[in-house]
C-alpha cells in the first residue's frame, strides 16, 4: 500500500469567528439559520446516475486495533449493499502514531479496500480528525463526496476548529457520519457536533456487537451511492441503530 497513500496537508485551519458555524458565540437563531443554508443547499447524493463516493476514516491509534480488525471483516458489505443502487467508490483515510495521516487511493471494489487495510497496522498517536476533515473537504472540492465515515473513540483537538470544517463540510453538501466507540464523554460531544453542523449523524456502537457496525457502515453506503430515500428504505428493513442514524440526517 505504500504506493497508494499520500500524506495529507498538515495545515492548520482558520480561527472561526466568534459567530461562526461552531455556534460557540452565537445565538440559537443563528445557529439554527446556518443549519438551514446548509439543508438548503446540499444536493442529492448518488444522482444523475453516478456512482457515490465515501470517504472511510478511521482512528488507527494503538487502542483501536480490535476494532479495526473487525471492520476489515464487514466492510463489504458497504459495497454489497451500495452495488444495486450503482455503485460506490471509497477511499481509506487513517491516522496514527507521529503525525501520520495518510489517505488510499479510490477503490471501488471490496478487495481493493481490504487490501489498504490490512496493510495497516495501529500505532499509538493523537487523534488527527480535523486532518481528516480538511482532507475530505479538498477531495469534495475536487469531485463531489457523498458522505464521510469516521469511526473513532478520542478526541485529543481544538473543538472550535473542528466545529468550524465541520460546518464548511456541511455548506459543500458533505455530511460526516460519526460511529463513537467507548463511552468517552468529551469525544461524544464532540462527534455530535461534527455531526449536526455538516448535516450527517453520529451514532455510538458497542465493539462487542459487530453487527451495529455493520449496519452503520452499510447505512452509511446505501445513502451515499442512493441518497435520503435509499436510507429511508435500508432504515425500514434493518430498523435498530439504523433507524438512530436516519432520524438525525436532515
Known sequence: ?????????????????????????AGRGEVDAFLRKVAAIRPAPG???????????????????PTWDQAMEIQAEMFEQAGSLGGLDVQLVFYRGYGECKASKWQGE?????RAMTAVTCLAGRTQIG?????ALGETRKKKVNALIFVGDAMEEELDQLGHLAGELGLHGLPCFLFHEGRDPLARNAFEQIAKLSGGACCRFDPSAPQQLRDLLAAVAVYAAGGRKALADFSDRRGGVVRQLTHQVR
Open 1 to 25: 500500500m505504500s504506493d497508494d497513500r499520500k500524506p495529507l496537508d498538515r495545515r492548520r485551519p482558520g480561527t472561526p469567528s466568534e459567530s461562526g458555524p461552531d455556534g460557540r458565540g
Open 47 to 65: 444522482g444523475g446516475g453516478d456512482r457515490g463516493r465515501l470517504i472511510f476514516a478511521l482512528d488507527a491509534t494503538a487502542s483501536r486495533q
Open 110 to 114: 471490496a478487495q481493493g479496500l481490504l
Open 131 to 135: 486532518r481528516v476533515l480538511r482532507h
